[in-house]
């Protein structure tokens, strides 16, 4: 006699958009990224069994190093002063997908003396704390007057 076995895939994507004055102008489109050993462990396993471990996604990290790999725990050349944005998560009944949004305001003067992006990250903390997914990007150039909104969508197929 066969056997089914379910399988379940995770696949994580993002897009950033650069605002200036309420017009976008500039637009990453929608990029994949890499899920960590420890998103994998930390965030999604160990949620699943409600372990007092595990982490949940609560904040976005931009910077200008590069792609994190798949044991990283941080997020090369993070942005200075932990300038991390709260995301706000949505998700539907009929969607297999988990979306993060988050603003990062330049009132809040989040690239210090920076002005290229070309990584992202999302965290479960304001500060520290290990890096649940990750990637890079075609660097960005962002001034001091405008916003960076991000999109991180993780969809999950069987």
Same mark, same amino acid.
């Given at each position: 006699?066969?056997?089914?076995?379910?399988?379940?895939?995770?696949?994580?994507?993002?897009?950033?958009?650069?605002?200036?004055?309420?017009?976008?102008?500039?637009?990453?489109?929608?990029?994949?990224? !890499?899920?960590?050993?420890?998103?994998?462990?930390?965030f999604l396993a160990k949620a699943l069994g409600a *372990?007092?471990? *595990?982490?949940?996604?609560? +904040?976005? %990290?931009?910077?200008?190093?590069?792609? #994190? %790999?798949?044991?990283?725990?941080?997020?090369?050349?993070?942005? #200075?002063?932990?300038?991390? %944005?709260?995301?706000?998560?949505?998700?539907?009944?009929? *969607?297999? $997908? $988990?979306?993060?949004? $988050?603003?990062?305001?330049?009132?809040?003067? +989040?690239?210090?003396?920076?002005?290229?992006l070309s990584n992202i990250? !999302?965290?479960? *903390?304001?500060?520290?704390?290990?890096?649940?997914?990750?990637?890079?990007?075609?660097?960005?150039?962002? $001034?001091?007057?405008?916003?960076?909104?991000?999109?991180?969508?993780?969809?999950?197929?069987?």
């Open positions: 006699m066969g056997s089914k076995h379910d399988s379940i895939k995770v696949k994580g994507v993002f897009r950033l958009q650069i605002e200036e004055d309420g017009a976008i102008v500039g637009d990453s489109g929608w990029n994949s990224n !890499l899920i960590t050993t420890d998103g994998f462990n930390n *372990s007092a471990g *595990s982490s949940q996604i609560g +904040f976005v %990290a931009l910077g200008t190093g590069s792609a #994190p %790999a798949s044991n990283a725990t941080s997020l090369d050349q993070e942005l #200075p002063n932990s300038k991390r %944005a709260a995301v706000t998560f949505a998700s539907s009944t009929n *969607s297999k $997908a $988990a979306v993060f949004t $988050a603003t990062f305001q330049s009132s809040n003067s +989040f690239l210090g003396a920076q002005s290229n990250g !999302l965290f479960a *903390s304001s500060s520290g704390g290990t890096l649940f997914a990750g990637t890079t990007y075609t660097s960005s150039a962002c $001034a001091t007057n405008q916003n960076v909104n991000v999109t991180y969508q993780l969809n999950f197929t069987s």
